[in-house]
T-cell receptor, first 117, second 111 residues
């Protein structure tokens, strides 16, 4: 059971380059999230998707775009990478149980360590 | 700004002692969750407490929730070296299907 899979695990970009971080989950979850983690800052929410076809901004969306390609996949794109986007990126997913409106526990991928030089 | 704030930011205790971490948040919530993160790894869910619950146990973990004070605490009893990790609280605010994290408490258990 793979859970949440992120690719790549490591990436080095030059300033101005673009790239897409991929995330896929095999748990049939409705909700998916992208976070970034910087030293001493905890996790900050970039974007989230409450269901297939919907996306919403989190705390720090500037410089990023997302696509909820289908129920399984949620990608994060950096159009023009900046050194300030050097961070560890985590994807997560969770579900709202049938008949409910509140998410249960979130499952996390292992992270993508991105360095922008 | 982040919804949850953990206190203390760092905690160092001897193996066998109890560890207590606190979390405060700002808005009304549906639930509050605690996660653990070992160095360089992803987050692992520990326990979820709903807004209408006051206390929950799971093994050596005890979580309390005081919605009137907008605060929660995580108690780890009889700590072990393997409990060394960062611990985060996360909240789902009412009316918002998103999970927002605090800055975490870095716990070190000394053998």
């Amino acid at each position: 059971n793979a859970g949440v899979t992120q690719t790549p695990k490591f990436q080095v970009l030059k300033t101005g380059q673009s790239m897409t971080l991929q995330c896929a989950q095999d748990m049939n979850h409705n909700s998916m999230y992208w976070y970034r983690q910087d030293p001493g800052m905890g996790l900050r929410l970039i974007y989230y998707s409450a269901s297939e076809g919907t996306t919403d901004k989190g705390e720090v969306p500037n410089g990023y775009n997302v696509s909820r390609l289908n129920k399984r996949e949620f990608s994060l794109r950096l159009e023009s990478a900046a050194p300030s986007q050097t961070s560890v990126y985590f994807c997560a997913s969770s579900e709202v149980p049938p008949g409910g409106t509140v998410n249960t526990e979130a499952f996390f991928g292992q992270g993508t360590r991105l360095t922008v030089v | 700004s982040q919804q949850g704030e953990e206190d203390p930011q760092a905690l160092s205790i001897q193996e066998g002692e109890n560890a207590t971490m606190n979390c405060s948040y700002k808005t009304s919530i549906n639930n509050l969750q605690w996660y653990r993160q070992n160095s360089g790894r992803g987050l692992v869910h520990l326990i979820l407490i709903r807004s209408n619950e006051r206390e929950k146990h799971s093994g050596r973990l005890r979580v309390t929730l005081d919605t009137s004070k907008k605060s929660s605490s995580l108690l780890i009893t009889a700590s072990r070296a393997a409990d060394t990790a960062s611990y985060f609280c996360a909240t789902e605010a009412q009316g918002a299907q998103k999970l927002v994290f605090g800055q975490g408490t870095r716990l070190t258990i000394n053998p």
